[in-house]
């Protein structure tokens, strides 16, 4: 993120409450609503000259995500209305070769709690394990 948008600071770790993280059909992530699990990550300032940046990198012009203003609780206190994007793609699929490795890795960096790191690291497994059968 930091290389994408330079203009922008990170702020710290936030948690997107009764959402859960998916990876969708076409292999990257998205977020869907679900009352019983939260999605954690870093929030950013996004400066407005970066947006352009992260559109296209997020592929927004093609569809694939969609922004959205949604509420997040900044940790360790606060909460703020943050731009998401979110996946068009209903469909659940696998992750795209590396793609959560790089998640997690990003994750544990970012000192995530352990409970959200290992729900990655099983996805990451399941669809490994998958890939064998």
Known sequence: MAARCPRSRLLGRGRLARHRFFVMACG????TPDPRASVHGLLWDLAPADIPAL????????????????????????????LVY????????????GYLETAIEAARAAV???????????????????ARS
């Open 28 to 31: 990257y992530a998205s977020v």
């Open 55 to 82: 559109d296209r990198y997020e592929e927004a012009a093609r569809g694939l995500y969609q922004k959205t203003l949604l509420p997040v609780l900044r940790e360790p206190v606060g909460s703020a209305r943050a």
């Open 112 to 130: 995530l709690p352990a409970a959200y790191i290992d729900y990655l690291a099983a996805i990451a497994s399941a669809n490994k394990k998958g």
């Open 86 to 97: 979110v996946g068009r793609e209903r469909l659940e699929g696998a992750p795209a070769p």
